[in-house]
C-alpha cells in the first residue's frame, strides 16, 4: 500500500499511488520479496523523526527500510518511508523527475527488505541495484551516486 502523508497536501504531478504501486509490486517480484511491503511518502521532518528514533541520526534522509521479523516476512516484508521532499531536491539535482527518484528509492528501500546492505557488504547491493536499474529504465542507483560528484544541471 502507498500511502501519502504530506501536511500540505500538496500536488506532485507524475505521482500516483497505483502507478507507484504497480511498480513495487513489480520491484517486489524481480527481487524475490514475497511478503507485502507499504510504503509511506511524507516529508522531510517526518523521516528526520523516524531517522533520530531509529538510527540516532537527527537529520532527515531520503529512504528508510523497516523489515519485518522472519516470522511474518513472508506475508509482510517490511515498511519504506519516504521523504517526498528530499526525493525532489534529489531529483531537480541529478536532472530527473520526481516519479524516476521516488521509483529509485522504492527499489533501493527494498533490495534492503530483501537483505542486502551496501553498508556492510561487499558490493552485492550496488551491483544488484545497478543491474535492476537498468532492467527498469531508471537513472543511477543511489549507491553510485554517493560515489561520484553531482551533476550539475545547465541553466
Do not use: C
Not at 80 to 108: K, P, W
Amino acid at each position: 500500500m502507498i500511502t501519502i502523508d504530506l501536511k500540505d497536501r500538496e500536488e506532485h504531478p507524475g505521482l500516483s499511488k497505483s502507478g507507484l504501486a504497480r511498480f513495487l509490486n513489480g520491484v517486489r517480484e524481480i527481487v524475490g520479496v514475497s511478503g507485502e511491503v507499504d510504503v509511506l511518502l511524507a516529508d522531510d521532518a517526518t523521516l528526520r523523526r523516524l531517522n533520530k528514533t531509529f538510527r540516532g541520526k537527527n537529520k532527515p534522509t531520503d529512504v528508510l527500510s523497516f523489515p519485518s521479523p522472519d516470522t511474518i516476512s513472508g506475508v509482510h516484508a517490511g515498511d519504506l518511508a519516504i521523504s517526498l521532499e528530499t526525493a525532489e531536491r534529489q531529483a531537480i539535482s541529478y536532472g530527473h523527475t520526481l516519479r524516476d527518484e521516488v521509483r529509485i528509492l522504492i527499489l533501493h528501500g527494498t533490495l534492503h527488505l530483501s537483505g542486502l546492505d551496501h553498508e556492510t557488504d561487499r558490493g552485492e547491493m550496488a551491483a544488484r541495484e545497478a543491474q535492476l536499474r537498468s532492467l527498469l529504465r531508471l537513472p543511477n542507483t543511489l549507491i553510485e551516486r554517493a560515489s561520484s560528484p553531482k551533476r550539475r544541471r545547465s541553466v
